[in-house]
């Protein structure tokens, strides 16, 4: 079966850090460029960041910038995001999307759900 | 990276058309073909309805259908169903490998 499916959320405090995991399973994950999208509870959503398939482009959404990092490792099927200096802000589901090589989205995970909270 | 902008809410009664706008700027919508539309229903992830302005992708109704006009985008649902009900964002490149979705609609079928 085509999925992804992400991992790594949880409750964290103000100014913690947490890794989330996409882990992609029935195609060749080497072969597409991947993305985390966000969705703050009971509102919209938002690009975060994108990763190239072999990670040479990347870039991040001005509001997490120098604080998340995107990664993947090919070998293992898996998309990463390193968030650090974590603000309430923060709080929402993640959903790793893949990019189908025209621009949009077109496989998306269940999400996983950051709560940044004291 | 402003999200792009949508009306809070649209309504139509079943059968009925409704369309559903998204605006951005010449750095996005306006200067890219790459406009596409996700579907969510609550509790629910966002399904693709239009790629590319105005291609379906396979198992999308034909009543669904997408438009763009300089800065502007659209999306129409045609004859309207009770399984329309559900919120709609729209999504544009903007370049340098970055992305910007619309501020989501929400749309009621009465």
């Known amino acids: 079966e085509v999925q992804v499916v992400e991992s790594g959320g949880g409750l964290v405090k103000p100014g913690g850090s947490l890794r989330l995991s996409c882990a992609a399973s029935g195609f060749p994950f080497r072969d597409y460029s991947m993305n985390w999208v966000r969705q703050t509870p009971g509102k919209g959503l938002e690009w975060v960041s994108s990763?190239?398939?072999?990670?040479?482009?990347?870039n991040y959404a001005d509001s997490v910038r120098g604080r998340f990092t995107i990664s993947r490792d090919n070998a293992k099927n898996s998309l990463y995001l390193q968030m650090d200096s974590l603000t309430a802000e923060d709080t929402a589901v993640y959903y790793c999307?893949?990019?189908?090589?025209?621009?949009?989205?077109?496989?998306w995970g269940r999400g996983t759900l950051v709560t940044v909270s004291s | 990276q402003s999200a792009l902008t949508q009306p809070r809410s649209v309504s139509g009664s079943p059968g009925q058309s409704v369309t559903i706008s998204c605006t951005g700027t010449?750095?996005?919508?306006?200067?890219?073909?790459?406009v596409s539309w996700y579907q969510q229903h609550p509790g629910k992830v966002p399904k693709l309805v239009i790629f590319?302005?105005?291609k379906r992708p396979s198992g999308v109704p034909d009543r669904f259908s997408g438009s763009k006009s300089g800065n502007t985008a659209s999306l129409t649902i045609s004859r309207l169903q009770a399984e329309d009900e559900a919120d709609y964002y729209c999504s544009s490149y903007a370049g340098s490998y970055t992305y910007v979705f619309g501020s989501g609609t929400m749309v009621n079928v009465l």
């Open positions: 590319d302005v105005n």
């Open positions: 010449s750095s996005d919508v306006g200067g890219y073909k790459f």
């Open positions: 990763i190239s398939s072999f990670s040479t482009l990347v």
């Open positions: 999307a893949r990019e189908s090589g025209m621009e949009y989205f077109d496989l």
